[in-house]
């Protein structure tokens, strides 16, 4: 199944790859590029489910975490230009839009 990954014109500075293909139970990294983020920009990581508004699954300054909603984690570099998102059993219900985004 698929995990598409979009980015809005809005955010510019933030780079993602279209897409991503995995089966289910086959852990998947979507990763994300912020090259320009500034020191007091936040972290989002949001998904949207077909026929659904986007729901936002974990935010961050620099701590990486788990996401519990998603048996995931989001990992953050330490010099915060690149964040990842590691889904490691997605299900087909998982299938999805996943944005990163960032704001001050």
């Known amino acids: 199944f698929l995990f598409s990954r979009t980015v809005s014109a809005a955010t510019a500075q933030v780079q993602q790859e279209p ?4 089966t289910e139970d086959s852990g998947i990294n979507i990763s994300c590029s ?3 983020i500034q020191t007091g920009d936040y972290i989002y ?3 949207q489910l077909p026929g659904r508004g986007p729901e936002l699954l974990a935010l961050t300054l620099k701590e990486s ?9 989001l990992w953050v570099s330490a010099d915060r230009h690149s964040s990842a998102l590691w889904l490691g059993r997605p299900r087909r219900g998982d299938a999805a ?7 001050d």
């Open 19 to 22: 897409s991503l293909e995995t």
């Open 34 to 36: 912020h090259p320009s």
């Open 45 to 47: 990581w949001y998904r």
């Open 65 to 73: 975490k788990e996401v519990p909603e998603i048996a995931g984690h």
């Open 97 to 103: 839009v996943y944005y990163c985004a960032l704001e």
